[in-house]
């Protein structure tokens, strides 16, 4: 493939060697097909190399770091790589729903410069909770960074910290507060909730994104408003609500259970996305072992 594509996705890999092949196949449903994408394998010993040669599409490039550098280094080294104008991310362990391109690419036609949406959650036996909305109308406004459309020049020059945890709070409230976006109600991605998640790397997470809203205000990227300092002090409370859970982990998963059946809604997710999902869920049952893996 020598031209660049319209768009490229965006994936760093640890470990992730069972999810791929579903969330290659979810790629290939899409309604626009000029796409690459970019897997940075980040340090893994899991045979990811082999998995996705096997998937014989040249569509894919692929790079590995020699050893694990965590999400952020993993994120800038592919958006070094990425050729299309624009660049859509995915997670290694989630799935793009078929007309995400197509509405991504629409936002782009009419100027704006990132494009996000709505996103149903599932587990690892696929079975769909709620939705996680966008907040449009918020102060500061924020998105779930997994359904990220942006403009490549934007996303190069905001960039990502080197954090393993939450590295990509920084590129959501950056572009949110500060850049023209088209925020979807639609559920147009599936987030698989409950992979690897421990409350040690939860406490890490809600750790590296508060101070990411405390640098983003001292540099003038967040305004100082009562909506900030609300956000802010849910990251404390966060904090301090999650050290019960670092002495009794199994704990946590049942918040996670309640969580994903709970969390607040946009638009439902509609009958042809169930059964996308459902279909997924028969091309591609996951083994036991892989339900846990840690995807980072």
Request: glycine share 6%; proline share 6%.
């Given at each position: 493939m020598?031209?660049a594509?319209?768009?490229?996705?965006?994936?760093?890999?640890?470990?992730?060697a069972a999810?791929?092949?579903?969330?290659h196949?979810?790629l290939?449903?899409?309604?626009?097909?000029?796409?690459e994408?970019?897997?940075?394998d980040?340090?893994?010993?899991d045979?990811?190399?082999d998995?996705v040669?096997?998937l014989?599409?040249e569509?894919i490039?692929y790079h590995?770091l020699?050893?694990?550098?965590?999400r952020?280094?993993a994120?800038e080294?592919?958006?070094?790589?990425?050729r299309?104008?624009w660049?859509?991310?995915?997670?290694a362990?989630?799935?793009?729903l078929p007309?995400?391109?197509?509405?991504?690419?629409?936002?782009?036609a009419?100027?704006?410069a990132f494009?996000?949406?709505?996103?149903?959650?599932?587990?690892?036996?696929?079975g769909i909770g709620a939705?996680?909305g966008c907040?449009?109308?918020?102060?500061p406004?924020?998105f779930?960074?997994a359904t990220?459309?942006?403009?490549t020049?934007?996303?190069?020059?905001?960039?990502?910290?080197p954090r393993r945890?939450?590295?990509?709070?920084?590129?959501v409230?950056?572009l949110?507060?500060?850049?023209?976006?088209l925020f979807?109600k639609?559920?147009?991605?599936?987030?698989h909730?409950?992979?690897?998640?421990?409350?040690?790397?939860?406490?890490?997470?809600?750790?590296?994104a508060?101070?990411?809203?405390?640098a983003l205000t001292?540099?003038?990227v967040?305004?100082r408003?009562?909506g900030?300092?609300?956000?802010?002090l849910?990251?404390l409370?966060s904090?301090?609500g999650l050290?019960?859970?670092?002495?009794?982990?199994r704990?946590y998963e049942?918040t996670l259970?309640?969580?994903?059946?709970?969390?607040?809604?946009?638009?439902?997710l509609?009958?042809?996305?169930?059964?996308?999902i459902?279909?997924?869920?028969?091309?591609?049952?996951?083994?036991?072992?892989a339900r846990?893996?840690?995807?980072?």
């Amino acid at each position: 493939m020598s031209a660049a594509p319209e768009i490229s996705f965006l994936t760093p890999a640890y470990q992730a060697a069972a999810y791929l092949p579903r969330c290659h196949w979810s790629l290939t449903r899409q309604t626009v097909t000029d796409w690459e994408w970019v897997v940075v394998d980040d340090g893994s010993t899991d045979g990811t190399a082999d998995v996705v040669a096997a998937l014989r599409d040249e569509r894919i490039r692929y790079h590995r770091l020699p050893e694990n550098v965590g999400r952020g280094r993993a994120r800038e080294v592919a958006l070094r790589h990425v050729r299309g104008p624009w660049t859509a991310m995915i997670d290694a362990d989630d799935l793009s729903l078929p007309g995400r391109l197509s509405r991504a690419l629409a936002a782009r036609a009419e100027g704006f410069a990132f494009f996000c949406s709505a996103m149903v959650l599932i587990d690892a036996a696929y079975g769909i909770g709620a939705v996680r909305g966008c907040a449009a109308d918020s102060e500061p406004r924020f998105f779930p960074h997994a359904t990220l459309c942006g403009d490549t020049a934007t996303l190069r020059r905001i960039g990502y910290p080197p954090r393993r945890r939450a590295e990509d709070q920084t590129m959501v409230l950056t572009l949110a507060n500060t850049a023209s976006g088209l925020f979807c109600k639609e559920p147009l991605y599936a987030y698989h909730e409950a992979a690897g998640i421990t409350p040690r790397a939860a406490w890490q997470s809600n750790w590296a994104a508060l101070a990411q809203l405390r640098a983003l205000t001292r540099t003038g990227v967040l305004r100082r408003s009562a909506g900030l300092r609300r956000l802010k002090l849910e990251r404390l409370r966060s904090l301090v609500g999650l050290l019960p859970f670092l002495v009794w982990p199994r704990a946590y998963e049942k918040t996670l259970r309640w969580r994903a059946r709970y969390a607040a809604g946009a638009q439902p997710l509609d009958a042809a996305g169930r059964a996308f999902i459902a279909e997924c869920a028969r091309l591609f049952p996951l083994p036991a072992g892989a339900r846990q893996a840690h995807v980072a």
